[in-house]
């Protein structure tokens, strides 16, 4: 007698969690009735924003809905499309691959979901394509820049950002032809996005003809002590290190290496154009970097942006704030020309071609591509990010 | 009796669930909790029929989904093949492994586990000419079986079913054989097992190797049908997650590692709007289960 129980509620507990789960995800689908791929004639229109809301990367997570949140608060204030409101719903993907595909899941599940913002990294953005595209669901990704996020054949996958092939050549073009630098050791962070921005921006250092002394990775994770790597570095006496890091890494970085007695110059990418790196003040003074986004560029779409940031959220708006919301509002126009529809925005969205947005001009290639945005290049001077001369 | 038709109803209810629940969303959640019954069973079976704690048992789930990935993007080998190969290539490194592991006892043989499934991430992560580094493995063809593409997730949902049941009854095959005694005297007491004649090595390596090996066709699914793979999946936490579902469910039953997978894919998903409360609740569900029932949902009572 005893030995059946074990099964019965075993049977019982593993249908009740599918059942809970169908109930929830059918409840979620008839919030705002469904139509042919889209939202019904009323109520909001729903678009999701999925990055890493909580776990290690939380603040890049924060930084999208905060940027995308300002778009779509602007686009309703200005009466929405065609008196409808749109709506945010957050996707947490902890930037796990395997969370980014089942966040996609859901929200390709989900007919209310008429578009995505997101992922974060490349390898969460990759875990996600295909189900979007197999669901078809507009996806456009703010910040994965791996050259393989577009393809012609990915027809509902988009980017508003750059590749590491254009920042890599930016940043060589900097570090060789405008500073003279001759020996370069590069230092950085061996996950997806870390190599493909040191591999990019070796390839054009050597092609602008220095040379690169070093070429060392440290592991991702919360790692605190970079003086191995330091110390080879420093034995090759390079006259500029290059960081593929984020900013976080790339403090303790720098602030090690000073401690060390390195004398040489540093460079790093636009993950350094954060608040959060020059909060950390003398330790990054003279630091060069590149980014899309420059809040003192003499350009009214910045400033503007740079305003209204700061009077919604009391903080500076930053490098990922500023991508997340142009690709809030590309989908915003896709919206507008094409109706509040998946196909809709994905063809209207397809035909962009000189959108003005805050970090330059959209214009998607064949590939739904962005690749034509102008970089800055600059220098921490003072505690403040300036154009480099 | 009772038993048997208890599962026949549960089967029959999985079998017919696709057509009640409309939502891949609901769907995919099933293959993942298919997959990783697989894989919580290939544990379970060192666990809880042999008493041998791996902690690094993502290794091997990471090393099949790897080798079929590979095989299937650059090889360009059939879906059938890379899963063969998976399957095989784990279980000979799981061979390899365990004669070196298995001279450690107790904690000292979790510890060598666990540092087995470091040194193997390690090595996805920096092995760059054969995995790709960090940027993993995308693309991973959809599984194919005699031509027909499984590019549905229903489609894929009946594959990793009809699956795990036949694992299901391969391992109950399995535990009643004299193979299975024989882990079970090992599991009650190794010396007395070795006095009555049992090779505990050679059945610990027998093990070892089976155990790899399904985790290895596990793996191979997985990649499949993420279409995605990279080295952040395959980390001591997924280990621990495993362990966890073996533990959660009852380790020395059959079907233990099975609800255990349900239970711990599915709660994440369920608690996944309440997002900051999410992993907190599900670390307090996870102990309030463990507190009320230690020896796992299903198992039996200490003797």
């Known amino acids: 007698m005893k030995k059946k129980w074990p099964f019965a509620s075993s049977a019982l507990v593993a249908l009740s969690l599918l059942v809970l789960a169908g109930c929830g995800s059918q409840k979620a689908a008839s919030d705002t009735g469904s139509g042919q791929g889209g939202s019904s004639d009323k109520g909001d229109i729903v678009i999701a924003v999925a990055g890493p809301m909580s776990g290690d990367g939380a603040e890049y997570g924060k930084a999208f809905q905060e940027g995308a949140e300002l778009a779509v608060s602007q686009f309703n204030e200005k009466g929405g499309y065609e008196g409808r409101k749109v709506k945010i719903v957050l996707g947490d993907d902890k930037n796990d691959p395997k969370e980014a595909a089942n966040v996609a899941q859901k929200l390709s599940s989900d007919e209310s979901v008429v578009a995505v913002i997101g992922h974060w990294s490349s390898s969460a953005t990759f875990a996600g394509i295909p189900i979007y595209n197999r669901s078809k669901v507009p996806m456009i990704t703010p910040t994965a820049s791996h050259p393989d996020i577009t393809k012609k054949e990915n027809e509902w996958i988009f980017r508003s950002s750059t590749t590491q092939d254009l920042e890599g050549k930016n940043l060589a073009d900097y570090a060789v032809n405008k500073l003279k630098h001759k020996n370069i050791a590069v230092l950085y962070v061996n996950s997806d996005w870390g190599k493909s921005n040191a591999t990019s921006f070796k390839k054009y250092a050597e092609e602008f003809g220095a040379n690169v002394v070093g070429y060392e990775s440290y592991p991702p994770g919360q790692s605190i002590d970079y003086t191995a790597a330091l110390t080879k570095v420093k034995g090759l006496n390079p006259d500029l290190i290059y960081l593929g890091s984020l900013y976080n890494e790339g403090v303790l970085i720098i602030k090690q290496a000073k401690e060390m007695g390195i004398q040489a110059e540093f460079m790093g990418a636009s993950p350094f154009a954060s608040d959060g790196f020059l909060q950390a003040k003398d330790v990054v003074e003279g630091v060069r970097l590149d980014s899309l986004f420059y809040p003192e560029a003499d350009n009214e779409r910045v400033k503007k942006f740079v305003a209204d940031f700061k009077q919604k959220y009391a903080h500076d708006g930053g490098y990922f704030n500023a991508l997340a919301y142009d690709a809030t509002t590309a989908v915003l126009e896709g919206i507008k020309n094409g109706g509040p529809t998946r196909q809709g925005i994905r063809d209207a969205m397809a035909k962009i071609n000189g959108l003005p947005v805050v970090t330059g001009e959209i214009k998607f290639d064949d590939k739904r591509d962005d690749i034509n945005k102008p970089y800055y290049n600059l220098v921490v001077e003072n505690g403040k990010f300036v154009i480099a001369k | ?303």
């Open chain 2, 1 to 303: 009796m009772k038993k048997k038709l208890a599962l026949a109803l549960l089967l029959l209810l999985f079998l017919l669930l696709p057509f009640v629940i409309t939502s891949s969303y609901v769907i995919r959640i099933g293959v993942i909790s298919c997959i990783f019954s697989i894989l919580a069973l290939s544990l379970g079976m060192l666990v809880g029929q042999i008493k041998l704690v791996s902690a690094g048992h993502a290794a091997f789930f990471g090393i099949g989904a790897y080798t079929s990935a590979l095989l299937t993007t650059r090889v360009e080998l059939p879906f059938l093949g890379g899963l063969v190969s998976a399957i095989l290539l784990t279980a000979l490194i799981g061979f390899l492994f365990s004669i070196p592991i298995l001279k450690l006892k107790g904690h000292y043989l979790s510890v060598g586990t666990l540092a087995f499934g470091i040194v193997v991430q390690v090595i996805m992560l920096n092995w760059e000419s054969v995995t790709n580094g960090p940027n993993g493995v995308p693309g991973v063809p959809f599984p194919s079986l005699f031509g027909a593409e499984l590019d549905s997730d229903v489609k894929m949902y009946y594959f990793v079913l009809v699956l795990l049941v036949l694992v299901l009854l391969g391992l109950s095959r399995l535990y009643r054989s004299p193979i299975g005694r024989a882990f079970n005297y090992i599991r009650e007491d190794e010396v007395a097992a070795s006095t009555i004649g049992i090779r505990v090595v050679r059945y610990k390596v027998l093990g070892f190797t089976l155990s790899a090996g399904l985790a290895g066709l596990a793996g191979s699914l997985f990649a499949h049908y993420m279409a995605f793979i990279n080295y952040d999946t395959f980390s001591p936490m997924e280990s621990f997650m495993v362990l966890a579902m073996v533990v959660v469910g009852g380790m020395s039953t059959l079907m233990g590692p099975v609800l255990g997978a349900f239970i711990l894919s599915t709660l994440p998903e369920l608690l996944r709007d309440l997002s900051d409360y999410r992993m907190l609740l599900y670390g307090v569900i996870l102990v309030l289960i463990l507190l009320l029932r230690p020896q796992g949902i299903l198992g039996k009572k200490a003797s």
